[in-house]
């Protein structure tokens, strides 16, 4: 588990009982998810283990938020309104795609590369 000496302070992750709202995520799954996103480093990296918890279809870029202007990130779960987690820099919301994209807040949806 986390200590102090190890977490990354700048990280936000939603809380266990958010992460539990994803279909199959169990507390121990969630737990593991949070874990991760508070001590990996690496985003990338990060991104990549929680796809993996949650058994999905890849992390793929969506775009970029309108008023936060980071770009934004997303665990597949393989449908626009399934509950997954979206990556926003620093901060990891529990959400659907399709929730952003119909209220307008995802911009430039071309590559990130």
């Not at 992390?59 to 399934?82: F, Q």
């Not at 987690?85 to 807040?105: K, N, S």
């Amino acid at each position: 588990m986390a200590t102090a000496t190890n977490r990354i302070p700048t990280r936000i992750a939603p809380a266990i009982d958010t992460l539990m709202q994803i279909k199959d995520v169990t507390e121990e799954n969630a737990i593991e998810i949070r874990h991760i996103w508070h001590t990996e480093p690496d985003r990338l990296v990060a991104r990549r283990r929680i796809d993996d918890v949650l058994d999905t279809h890849g992390v793929e870029y969506l775009g970029h938020h309108k008023r936060r202007h980071l770009p934004v990130w997303y665990a597949n779960a393989g449908d626009t309104y399934a509950t997954t987690v979206l990556f926003f820099g620093p901060v990891m919301r529990v959400a659907t795609i399709g929730d952003y994209v119909e209220r307008d807040l995802i911009v430039d949806r071309s590559s990130p590369y």
